[in-house]
């Protein structure tokens, strides 16, 4: 289990493109979980988003989603440095 958790709504646009193996593989501190549903009702309709160490990123697009994703695990990451 990683340090910083990303947690995904398995209907959520942001699985259009395989977040799981990306992140993994850039951030080995990182644990992807895909989830069912995340609660949010609608939400993963309206645009792609996750959750990094229980706060919610989004993006417009899936791609931009993962930026901001990636800008994320890495302020998480500098408060263990």
Known sequence: M???VVEVCDGNAITSIDIEEILEREFPEV???INDCLSFCGLCRV???A???NKRIFGNT???CLDNIRTAIKEELAKYE
Do not use: F, M
Request: hydrophobic letters at 45%; glycine letters at 6%.
């Open 62 to 64: 899936p791609e931009e």
């Open 51 to 53: 959750i990094v160490n």
């Open 31 to 33: 644990a992807v979980l």
């Open 47 to 49: 645009k792609p988003y």
């Open 2 to 4: 990683g340090i910083v």
